[in-house]
């Protein structure tokens, strides 16, 4: 009797803990699925297709559309560990902030994961519009300038605009084979949300895109 009156006891205490609004699980690393390379429309349908969208549904990308988004984005494609997307003398300069509602996230393209950032929903700052804080991920690019070699910090900013545009392409047209809404976003507060992020001084924010289900979807 007292051993069942214990278990009722637990289970009372896990359901008021679960039930308060207060309580958050802890965020870690996440390994994300392998990504599915078969699927996806057509190449010309995908582009035909291809457009900025600015308004989203809040519902949560599955793991298994977050991991291909991300692959496409800038994933590793080759043995050799060279990315989907190109870069300036294969500098892979670029990085991959994720904001999701429970973390910031940096992603790993090397391992194909995410790494927590800060446990932190910064969605509302990747952009000055009110959409953004619809949008269930918002995807950041930084350019790690330090990776290049030689050259000045305007020729890396060049570089770093010239290969952020590569990944967002990639990030509109896998949007445009899944159904998904996308637009690239220049107006931002890059000096708050590189605080924010706690970026070294030469991680520089060049655009945001937020991903998400469109509003009309049914």
């Not at 690393?29 to 078969?38: G, I, K, S, V």
């Not at 194909?112 to 952009?127: K, M, Q």
Request: proline share 6%; glycine share 6%.
């Amino acid at each position: 009797m007292k051993r069942l009156f214990l278990i009722i006891l637990m289970l009372s205490l896990f359901t008021t803990i679960f039930q308060d609004p207060g309580f958050t699980a802890e965020v870690t690393n996440m390994r994300l699925l392998p990504p599915d390379t078969e699927g996806g429309k057509p190449l010309m349908q995908a582009l035909s297709e291809r457009k900025s969208s600015r308004e989203f549904r809040p519902d949560e990308l599955p793991p298994q559309v977050l991991s291909n988004l991300l692959w496409a984005a800038n994933g590793v494609n080759r043995p050799d560990g060279r990315r989907t997307s190109p870069s300036a003398k294969n500098t892979q300069e670029i990085e991959i902030y994720v904001a999701k509602k429970e973390a910031l996230y940096l992603y790993d393209a090397k391992e194909h994961a995410l790494t927590v950032v800060i446990p932190e929903d910064i969605r509302s700052r990747i952009g000055r519009q009110v959409f953004v804080q619809d949008a269930p991920v918002g995807l950041i690019f930084v350019s790690n300038t330090g990776k290049f070699r030689g050259g000045s910090e305007e020729d890396a900013l060049f570089y770093s605009a010239t290969d952020t545009g590569y990944v967002g392409q990639n990030v509109y047209l896998f949007c445009a084979s899944e159904g998904l809404s996308t637009v690239v976003l220049g107006t931002i507060d890059r000096d708050q949300l590189a605080k924010t992020m706690k970026l070294q001084p030469r991680q520089r924010i060049i655009l945001t895109q937020p991903v998400g289900y469109p509003k009309n979807r049914s």
